[in-house]
């Protein structure tokens, strides 16, 4: 019988299946929304109508038990009325029985209705991709616009059957249980009608809300189903290459805040956001899943995080400790150079500590599968100030913080292994210790520093050589 009903169902909407005329562009683009959306349901409208029908009539016995409960409670079983009562309960337990059979037909049927709106938007939509220019193409990626016609579509097929559904029973239960109370107790409903308001306001605030979030969820699932598409599309050339861990690598931009504190943008969100992702942080990086973040600190160390131990986070997000992903104690040391590891290779880094101990060591030096390494070998009571890359730099500026400044060619700093101290850049006075170490390319037309408030020109500054006493600057 159920298989009967089946078949003549599916008839009736194949029969307004084949009258309906399909969208066309012009529609698209004239018609509002909710419209369009509201004419897919016209060929099912049967089962539509069916779906609403049994929803009121389960919204009704729902309703109908709190008041068959009260007046048996105050009514019938005071007054002894036992014949009543229980012929009363004998039809409760019949409209629940009836009620179970209903939410099948809601259940079933309501689904199949949702698919047959979601069969027939899918229908158009695809017809009408076909109408779409080249340029059209350009621009949208097939796995974005693959995700609009599976992932997003299912959501309208969800909202197709659940969407008027769950609105008529919402209206049908409020509407019915402010009558049932005002025939109760009209001022105790009165308090109710003033908090519904208030409950409206909170749920259309949440809803802007969700949709928000939704919305950027369909976006990064689109943006999932491009880079699939392409890897899968382009696994030839990937295989011919050996390229699997390259391809495999999910791009992001990693960010530490001065109070220690990092996470992982997604590109998308770092580039809408650049200015204020980078006022708000001391580094920001791009790298890839498959890299690691170094970090050098003022205690001789270079600790290193995976990229896969850092969340991803929104631009809001306060992120996690570096402290809690790795062996760097913010309490006894701080960075003072940030680098995404797998970029060392190939560079010449310049270290710089403030005992004017300086020498430059090859990036290659760092590639380790230790997550902490000594970075360089300090003398007693001396700390790491800086590093930096030097390659293509000409000239190197030691600036000491009694404002001495000592200008020579870098080829006089000697390259050295990453545990040896170094060789002397400037003589220090009894007090004095290193303040900053500058970099010319020889690019830059007049590069200037600040001391004390005054600019200080360094292609002006007289060359002399490395271990020298220097001069005062003169701005």
Not at 67 to 89: C, E, G, N
Not at 270 to 276: G, K, L, Q, S, V
């Amino acid at each position: 019988m159920c298989y009967t009903m089946y078949n003549n169902t599916l008839g009736n909407c194949a029969h307004f299946f084949r009258k309906r005329e399909t969208m066309t562009t012009k529609d698209y683009q004239t018609r509002r929304p909710l419209r369009i959306f509201l004419s897919y349901f016209r060929p099912h409208r049967g089962l539509f109508l069916l779906d609403i029908s049994c929803a009121f009539l389960i919204a009704v016995i729902d309703l109908a038990f709190p008041l068959i409960s009260r007046t048996a409670m105050y009514h019938w079983l005071p007054d002894k009325q036992f014949s009543i009562f229980f012929t009363v309960m004998a039809l409760v337990v019949a409209a629940f029985v009836l009620r179970a059979g209903l939410y099948f037909i809601v259940g079933y049927w309501g689904h199949t209705f949702g698919i047959l709106v979601e069969a027939d938007i899918r229908r158009d939509l695809f017809a009408h991709m076909q109408d779409l220019g080249f340029d059209f193409y350009d621009k949208n990626r097939t796995g974005q616009l693959m995700s609009r016609l599976t992932t997003d579509l299912f959501e309208l097929t969800e909202l197709a059957h659940h969407g008027p559904e769950d609105l008529f029973i919402s209206l049908v239960t409020i509407v019915g249980a402010l009558a049932v109370m005002f025939s109760i107790q009209w001022r105790l409903a009165l308090v109710v009608c003033c908090i519904i308001p208030v409950f409206l306001l909170v749920v259309l605030y949440r809803r802007r809300q969700m949709s928000q979030a939704s919305r950027a969820a369909k976006q990064k699932t689109g943006a999932i189903n491009a880079e699939i598409e392409s890897g899968l599309s382009g696994v030839r050339t990937t295989k011919a290459f050996a390229n699997e861990a390259a391809e495999s690598a999910r791009p992001g931009v990693f960010v530490l805040d001065k109070f220690g504190y990092c996470k992982i943008l997604e590109p998308s969100i770092y580039e809408r956001n650049r200015e204020t992702v980078d006022t708000e942080n001391v580094y920001v990086l791009p790298c890839h899943t498959t890299d690691k973040i170094g970090l050098f600190t003022d205690l001789g160390a270079f600790h290193q995080v995976k990229v896969t131990e850092i969340p991803f986070g929104k631009l809001r997000d306060k992120g996690v400790p570096i402290d809690n992903l790795s062996k760097f104690d913010g309490t006894k040391e701080r960075p003072v150079c940030v680098v995404n590891a797998a970029q060392l290779k190939g560079q010449k880094l310049l270290f710089a500590t403030k005992d004017a101990m300086i020498k430059i060591v090859p990036g290659g030096e760092f590639e380790t599968n230790n997550r902490t390494v000594a970075a360089t070998k300090l003398q007693e009571n001396d700390m790491l100030l800086s590093v930096q890359p030097a390659d293509g730099m000409r000239e190197a500026v030691i600036q000491t913080t009694s404002g001495i400044f000592l200008r020579f060619p870098i080829e006089e700093i000697s390259e050295m292994k990453k545990n040896a101290k170094g060789v002397r850049g400037i003589k220090l006075g009894r007090t004095e210790s290193l303040e900053a170490i500058h970099l010319l390319d020889g690019t830059e037309d007049d590069p200037i520093v600040m001391y004390k408030e005054k600019p200080v020109h360094l292609s002006r500054l007289k060359i002399g050589h490395r271990d020298g006493k220097g001069s005062r600057a003169r701005s």
